[in-house]
């Protein structure tokens, strides 16, 4: 039996999907979507699952449990860009990252973008990742476009490891911000547009480089702003 096979049998666990495909997305209010890893059989998109990542207890916010990430070959990949079409966002999730190499890159939405002969794509794309420094870690944003190129790091911003952190990153039409338990992370003014639709992956960056190393039990995108007192599940505990 191959590993996606064992996940698939792990349906009494709270994991299900047929084939490579299952349903993944799940609407919250106000202009909002909610992914919750722990709960993959409620959502709805197709999903192809790689590795073998596993349900693991989540924090007691958001409900649901979670999903483990072994930092080499566990991965989702979701036909869906959420925040397509926003002009301005907030982009949450709750995760727990637990060490490991240095660079990860767990959470990338990426616009699908035409071929054009002898240019090369911008390559669109939101991502959330993380720098090791031994048991501590560095939140690592980033947002790409034809008229934006923005990595929110600051390496002096450190966290421990094995703990369960709310992450977001946001867009107010002017700033974009990064933030750690509700708490700034560093800002930059942004000349952001729209992203196109597109897909996504969780785990791992989209082209498979950079896996992820711990749990992560909720992704939530609002289509318009939110300040820090506006975020869900600040506190997961």
Not at 112 to 133: C, H, K, M, N, S
Not at 162 to 172: E, I, K, L, P, S
């Given at each position: 039996m191959d590993r996606r096979q064992l996940l698939v049998g792990g349906a009494a666990a709270g994991v299900t999907a047929t084939g490579a495909c299952a349903s993944l997305i799940g609407a919250g209010g106000s202009g909002q979507e909610v992914w919750r890893f722990g709960e993959l059989e409620r959502l709805g998109a197709p999903l192809t699952i790689e590795g073998a990542p596993r349900r693991v207890e989540g924090p007691a916010s958001p409900p649901g449990g979670a999903l483990q990430f072994d930092g080499v070959d566990d991965a989702l990949f979701i036909g869906r860009h959420?925040?397509?079409?926003?002009?301005?966002?907030?982009?949450?999730?709750?995760?727990?990252?637990?060490?490991?190499?240095?660079?990860?890159?767990?959470?990338?939405?990426?616009?699908?973008?035409?071929?054009?002969?002898?240019?090369?794509?911008?390559?669109?794309?939101?991502?959330?990742?993380?720098?090791?420094?031994?048991?501590?870690?560095?939140?690592?944003?980033?947002?790409?476009?034809?008229?934006?190129?923005?990595?929110?790091?600051?390496?002096?911003?450190?966290?421990?490891?094995?703990?369960?952190?709310?992450?977001?990153?946001?867009?107010?039409?002017?700033?974009y911000r990064a933030f750690v338990d509700g708490e700034l992370q560093g800002e930059a003014a942004l000349a952001f547009t729209p992203q196109g639709p597109g897909r996504a992956s969780v785990g791992t960056r989209i082209n498979r480089v950079n896996y992820f190393n711990g749990a992560i039990a909720e992704a939530r995108f609002t289509r318009r702003f939110l300040r820090p007192d506006q975020f869900t599940g600040v506190h997961p505990g």
């Open positions: 959420p925040l397509a079409g926003a002009a301005t966002f907030a982009f949450e999730a709750v995760f727990r990252p637990d060490g490991g190499a240095f660079e990860q890159r767990w959470l990338h939405l990426q616009s699908d973008e035409a071929v054009i002969p002898g240019q090369t794509p911008v390559g669109t794309r939101f991502l959330f990742e993380i720098r090791v420094y031994d048991q501590e870690w560095a939140l690592d944003t980033f947002v790409k476009g034809p008229t934006y190129n923005q990595t929110l790091l600051f390496p002096d911003r450190r966290h421990p490891v094995g703990r369960w952190f709310h992450v977001a990153q946001t867009y107010d039409g002017t700033t």
